[in-house]
């Protein structure tokens, strides 16, 4: 057989594998094999037995070694080793990369094979990865897909337009079906969106198939038609008289209508049971009904009513409303299906609560999360005895849980899912894309047999995984819509899930740009990411334009809505340049700790007035003497304070006579009935006429205006937030470092002077008191010893015997006393009592120097010395300096 026959009738079975007759002549893709299914077989078994033979071998070490030494081994070794390298280098040669093998190089040849067998891999690899695109489907070189009447220049690159392999000839291509001029159907509801930064209300006003009545709120129509922003006031006074007018049905408004009758729905025996399932019809047989009329819909619901079971599915559109909105519904029974126009009939299809809720009707679903929440916002239907089979696969662990899998797995049917991203609004629908909502709900009653007959049998017939798959879907029935509502701390979510580090400046224009895109999007009824995608918003916080011009060139391509308010944005962007530089943690330290100030809530009041003023405020008067707490401008939560400072914020008097008190205030607020406490909620959110008089504090601000972000207020009082931190930081900081140094130092004279007390201590244990001295001086028959005194010593070593006095002074005894005898002056000599000084010796003396200081005179009130002094410890004796005293003579 010729080799090119060969390759050409490979690669025809690679790309089609489906096809059966693709060549008229019949050959073989290989000798003894007959297609390649039979070659990749053999070719198996062949790599396994290869592998198990080679794990057989001697392992790399001793034993290899030990066999090696034989010379029959190493030759059959040497054999073995050129042939695989001949093989190598054939299958290399065959794909045209370079094949010298056989290099017997022993320095570079294993770097060089090594390589060799790597970039041939590579080449193999690569043309292998291109004949399986080939196979599914995917020519990589031909034309790239684009949309009808348009030719850009990018190759279009998605799942969703991309071709499988069963669906006929690669080369078509297809219309990407998306309204550009269309007409906004929100202009044709007869009920307005609803898009204010409110909670949602449901929209229920009559409750079929009830076993707990509705609430008044929804059955009295007056209280729902008394909306606030029909009457001519502000958008925030509108807010509180809603709010007001509601409080007493605020747990009826925000519950699930058909919470009691979910809570207490129990399954009857039949949907526990194993079922028959029942097969599908084809698609082209069966019967499609495109309901667009009142008469068409109420025919539909008494159809629906009449059935055990019905599939629905929604589609939705979210990139040109802010909400979003349901476009389409289809409904699928067992020989018909339908499609309303949920659009065109959307204050209407409450009708169809009646079938919804009929706990004796099953609806089938597949991933219903979303599908509960549109029904709830945009139509007013409830779901009761809801079967999810999205949870019925994730019970059953199948490979994948997409409806796209279900209907490979249980029908067979490969579903195209090009339209998935389409634009729903357009009408009149497409042929394609009515056929594609069909498909989503004609397989689902068959599949919800199959899925229900499978539980059964994973679970060896018992019904407790199907009652567990019961369960979760009466738990995604009681989901209820949630509105998104903008809070000014809003931003952070978002931009934690950025994952950027921004500094205060680029943060304080980021939550700018939010705050303003979310406002826009809801006047506009836009999408946030029509408005302003939100990876421009971080381009536009990143480099803060100086210009117009730069905010344009961050966004590629420019939304309408930015070029049309470039201006505004550029404000908001110097808004943010104004803010002082600093790092992200500082301006998030309201999460480290950092308790907010509340400011008081009194239009007049004086500087000495703190009747009205928590204790928390007074703190600020006097800096040193009482603690510093950091706060915040602004704030609402009531802060707590330390254990100091509540010791010393008592130490404050209040004032119990104002002079500038309200009588009005003397009143508790709890005390007051709820007309009055209305009244003066309504009276305070009113904007003070003469705010301009006022003094320069945030007393006559409104509420509302503190936390607008488009206000000029909002912003001041969160430049004043960060500084108010930093300086509060600050001074915190130094004030901390100073009272680190006072302890310091302290503890460092504290050490150094118990350290002189201990070595003075030290110094006066061994010394022998004067009377001590003197004692030892006049026993009889002792005579005085000189006591050499070195130059620059204080005090002389005393002697073994007056340390045996000064350790025991309880043992000596002191001299007898000897009988008295007048002196007798005529034996003295007179020259002693004259006035003349001898001369002073320029010699140091202890004696002399302890003569003049017994005789000098003290100072009053100063203790004399008796203890003992440096000059009083020496020894009387002769000096050794040749100096002699005249003694008078006893």
């Given at each position: 057989?010729?080799?090119?026959?060969?390759?050409?009738?490979?690669n025809?079975?690679?790309?089609?594998?489906?096809?059966?007759?693709?060549?008229?002549?019949?050959?073989?893709?290989?000798?003894?094999?007959?297609?390649?299914?039979?070659?990749?077989?053999?070719?198996?078994?062949?790599?396994?037995?290869?592998t198990k033979?080679?794990?057989?071998?001697?392992?790399?070490?001793?034993?290899?070694?030990?066999?090696?030494?034989?010379?029959?081994?190493?030759?059959?070794?040497?054999?073995?080793?050129?042939?695989?390298?001949?093989?190598?280098?054939q299958?290399?040669q065959?794909?045209?990369?370079?094949?010298?093998?056989?290099?017997?190089?022993?320095?570079?040849?294993l770097?060089?094979?090594?390589?060799?067998?790597?970039?041939?891999?590579?080449?193999?690899?690569e043309?292998?990865?291109?004949?399986?695109?080939?196979?599914?489907?995917?020519n990589?070189?031909?034309?790239?897909?684009?949309?009808?009447?348009?030719?850009?220049?990018?190759?279009?690159v998605?799942?969703?337009?991309?071709?499988?392999?069963g669906?006929?000839?690669?080369?078509?291509?297809?219309?990407?079906?998306?309204?550009?001029?269309?007409?906004?159907?929100?202009?044709?509801?007869?009920?307005?969106?609803?898009?204010?930064?409110?909670?949602?209300?449901?929209?229920?006003?009559?409750?079929?198939?009830?076993?707990?009545?509705?609430?008044?709120?929804?059955?009295?129509?007056?209280?729902?038609?008394?909306?606030p922003e029909?009457?001519?006031?502000?958008?925030?006074?509108?807010?509180?008289?809603?709010?007001?007018?509601?409080?007493?049905?605020?747990?009826?408004m925000?519950?699930?209508p058909?919470?009691?009758?979910?809570?207490?729905?129990?399954?009857?025996?039949?949907?526990?049971?194993?079922?028959?399932?029942?097969?599908?019809?084809?698609?082209?047989?069966?019967?499609?009904?495109?309901?667009?009329?009142?008469?068409?819909?109420?025919?539909?619901?008494?159809?629906?009513?009449?059935?055990?079971?019905?599939?629905?599915?929604?589609?939705?559109?979210?990139?040109?409303?802010?909400?979003?909105?349901?476009?389409?519904?289809?409904?699928?029974?067992?020989?018909e299906?339908?499609?309303?126009?949920?659009?065109?009939?959307?204050?209407?299809?409450?009708?169809?609560n009646?079938?919804?809720?009929?706990p004796?009707?099953?609806?089938?679903?597949?991933?219903a999360d979303?599908?509960?929440?549109?029904?709830?916002?945009?139509?007013?239907?409830?779901?009761?005895?809801?079967?999810?089979?999205?949870?019925?696969?994730?019970?059953?662990?199948?490979?994948?849980?997409?409806?796209?899998?279900?209907?490979?797995?249980?029908?067979?049917?490969?579903?195209?899912?090009?339209?998935?991203?389409?634009?729903?609004r357009?009408?009149?629908?497409p042929?394609?894309?009515?056929?594609?909502?069909?498909?989503?709900?004609?397989?689902?009653?068959?599949?919800?047999?199959?899925?229900?007959?499978?539980?059964?049998?994973?679970?060896?017939?018992?019904?407790?995984?199907?009652?567990?798959v019961?369960?979760?879907?009466?738990?995604?029935?009681?989901?209820?819509?949630?509105?998104?509502?903008?809070?000014?701390?809003?931003?952070?979510?978002?931009?934690?899930?950025?994952?950027?580090?921004?500094?205060?400046?680029?943060?304080?224009?980021?939550?700018l740009?939010?705050?303003?895109?979310?406002?826009?999007?809801?006047?506009?009824?836009?999408?946030?990411?029509?408005?302003?995608?939100?990876?421009?918003?971080?381009?536009?916080?990143?480099?803060?334009?100086?210009?117009?011009?730069?905010?344009i060139?961050?966004?590629?391509?420019?939304?309408?809505?930015?070029?049309?308010?470039?201006?505004?944005?550029?404000?908001?962007?110097?808004?943010?340049?104004?803010m002082p530089?600093?790092?992200?943690?500082?301006?998030?330290?309201?999460?480290?700790?950092?308790?907010?100030?509340?400011?008081?809530?009194?239009?007049?009041?004086?500087?000495?007035?703190?009747?009205?003023?928590?204790?928390?405020?007074?703190h600020?008067?006097?800096?040193?003497?009482?603690?510093?707490?950091?706060?915040?401008?602004?704030?609402?939560?009531?802060?707590?304070?330390?254990?100091?400072e509540?010791?010393?914020s008592?130490?404050?008097?209040?004032a119990?006579?104002?002079?500038?008190?309200?009588p009005?205030?003397?009143?508790?607020?709890e005390?007051?009935?709820?007309?009055?406490?209305?009244?003066?909620?309504?009276?305070?959110?009113?904007?003070?006429?003469?705010?301009?008089?006022?003094?320069?504090?945030?007393?006559?601000?409104?509420?509302?205006?503190?936390?607008?972000?488009?206000?000029?207020?909002?912003?001041?009082?969160?430049?004043?937030?960060?500084?108010?931190?930093?300086?509060?930081?600050?001074?915190?900081d130094?004030?901390?470092?100073?009272?680190?140094?006072?302890?310091?130092?302290?503890?460092?004279?504290?050490?150094?002077?118990?350290?002189?007390?201990?070595?003075?201590?030290e110094?006066?244990?061994?010394v022998?008191?004067?009377?001590?001295?003197?004692?030892?001086?006049?026993?009889?028959?002792?005579?005085?010893?000189?006591?050499?005194?070195?130059?620059?010593?204080?005090?002389?070593?005393?002697?073994?015997?007056?340390?045996?006095?000064?350790?025991?002074?309880?043992?000596?005894?002191?001299?007898?006393?000897?009988?008295?005898?007048?002196?007798?002056?005529?034996k003295s000599?007179?020259?002693?009592?004259a006035?003349?000084?001898?001369t002073?010796?320029?010699?140091?003396?202890?004696?002399?120097?302890?003569?003049?200081?017994?005789?000098?005179?003290?100072?009053?009130?100063?203790?004399?010395?008796?203890g003992?002094?440096?000059?009083?410890?020496?020894?009387?004796?002769?000096?050794?300096?040749?100096?002699?005293?005249?003694?008078?003579?006893?």
């Open positions: 057989m010729d080799y090119s026959k060969r390759k050409d009738s490979s025809s079975v690679f790309a089609d594998p489906n096809s059966e007759n693709n060549d008229e002549e019949k050959e073989d893709l290989c000798p003894g094999f007959k297609d390649a299914d039979a070659f990749v077989k053999y070719g198996l078994g062949a790599v396994l037995s290869a033979a080679s794990a057989s071998l001697p392992q790399t070490g001793d034993e290899y070694d030990f066999y090696r030494s034989f010379p029959g081994f190493q030759e059959f070794c040497e054999r073995q080793g050129d042939k695989l390298l001949q093989g190598m280098s299958i290399m065959h794909h045209g990369c370079r094949s010298h093998m056989r290099d017997r190089n022993k320095l570079t040849g770097e060089e094979r090594f390589d060799l067998v790597v970039d041939s891999n590579d080449v193999i690899l043309r292998v990865g291109i004949l399986l695109d080939e196979a599914d489907g995917v990589r070189s031909q034309q790239p897909v684009l949309p009808a009447g348009f030719q850009a220049p990018k190759i279009v998605s799942s969703w337009n991309r071709k499988g392999s669906s006929g000839s690669r080369s078509e291509t297809f219309r990407l079906l998306h309204a550009k001029n269309i007409v906004r159907p929100q202009l044709k509801f007869r009920e307005k969106v609803d898009n204010s930064n409110t909670p949602f209300v449901p929209k229920i006003f009559i409750k079929p198939n009830a076993v707990k009545p509705l609430p008044s709120y929804f059955t009295n129509k007056q209280i729902r038609k008394e909306r029909d009457l001519d006031v502000p958008a925030a006074l509108a807010d509180f008289i809603h709010q007001q007018r509601t409080q007493e049905h605020v747990e009826d925000f519950s699930h058909y919470q009691y009758e979910l809570d207490h729905f129990t399954l009857t025996e039949s949907l526990l049971s194993k079922p028959q399932p029942l097969m599908y019809k084809p698609l082209d047989e069966t019967k499609c009904s495109f309901i667009e009329t009142l008469e068409d819909l109420v025919a539909l619901n008494e159809k629906l009513c009449k059935l055990s079971e019905f599939a629905v599915d929604l589609e939705h559109h979210s990139y040109r409303s802010f909400l979003g909105l349901t476009c389409l519904m289809q409904i699928s029974t067992r020989d299906d339908f499609i309303i126009d949920t659009i065109e009939l959307r204050g209407e299809l409450y009708i169809l009646e079938a919804f809720t009929d004796a009707i099953v609806k089938i679903f597949h991933g979303s599908d509960m929440e549109w029904l709830q916002r945009d139509l007013g239907l409830y779901v009761v005895n809801l079967f999810d089979t999205h949870q019925a696969s994730r019970a059953l662990n199948l490979a994948r849980h997409s409806l796209d899998h279900l209907l490979k797995h249980y029908c067979t049917v490969e579903s195209d899912k090009r339209y998935q991203l389409a634009d729903w357009i009408r009149p629908l042929e394609e894309m009515v056929q594609y909502a069909r498909s989503d709900t004609h397989f689902l009653p068959y599949i919800y047999d199959c899925v229900r007959e499978q539980l059964l049998d994973f679970n060896h017939g018992q019904p407790g995984l199907l009652q567990c019961w369960n979760k879907s009466k738990d995604i029935s009681l989901k209820k819509y949630v509105k998104p509502i903008f809070t000014e701390e809003s931003y952070l979510e978002l931009q934690r899930k950025q994952k950027r580090s921004f500094n205060t400046q680029q943060l304080t224009a980021f939550r740009l939010f705050a303003w895109r979310d406002k826009l999007a809801r006047q506009e009824d836009e999408s946030t990411g029509f408005v302003l995608p939100t990876h421009m918003m971080n381009k536009i916080s990143e480099e803060m334009p100086k210009e117009p011009q730069g905010i060139a961050c966004c590629n391509p420019v939304p309408p809505l930015v070029r049309q308010q470039v201006n505004e944005l550029h404000l908001l962007v110097q808004q943010a340049r104004e530089l600093l790092k992200a943690e500082i301006a998030a330290q309201k999460k480290k700790g950092l308790t907010p100030i509340k400011k008081a809530d009194v239009t007049l009041f004086g500087p000495h007035d703190t009747s009205r003023v928590s204790e928390s405020d007074l600020n008067c006097s800096t040193d003497e009482m603690p510093i707490k950091q706060g915040m401008l602004f704030a609402e939560d009531e802060p707590k304070m330390d254990v100091d509540e010791n010393t008592g130490l404050v008097a209040k119990k006579i104002t002079q500038f008190e309200e009005e205030t003397q009143n508790d607020p005390s007051l009935p709820v007309g009055q406490m209305k009244a003066r909620r309504i009276i305070e959110s009113f904007e003070n006429p003469f705010r301009m008089y006022l003094p320069s504090n945030n007393v006559h601000i409104s509420k509302n205006a503190k936390f607008d972000p488009s206000s000029k207020i909002f912003e001041i009082s969160k430049r004043w937030k960060l500084q108010s931190i930093e300086q509060q930081q600050k001074e915190l130094a004030k901390k470092k100073a009272k680190e140094e006072k302890k310091e130092l302290t503890k460092k004279v504290a050490d150094e002077r118990k350290k002189a007390k201990q070595s003075y201590q110094s006066l244990q061994n022998p008191t004067v009377r001590e001295q003197a004692a030892e001086s006049v026993k009889p028959g002792t005579k005085r010893e000189r006591v050499a005194s070195d130059v620059g010593e204080s005090t002389p070593k005393p002697s073994k015997k007056l340390l045996k006095s000064a350790e025991k002074p309880e043992k000596t005894e002191p001299p007898p006393p000897e009988p008295f005898k007048p002196f007798d002056y005529r000599d007179l020259k002693v009592f006035g003349n000084k001898p002073d010796n320029t010699q140091f003396d202890p004696n002399r120097q302890s003569n003049d200081f017994r005789k000098k005179k003290k100072p009053k009130g100063q203790k004399s010395n008796s003992g002094g440096k000059s009083m410890s020496y020894m009387a004796g002769k000096s050794d300096r040749g100096f002699k005293h005249n003694w008078p003579k006893r």
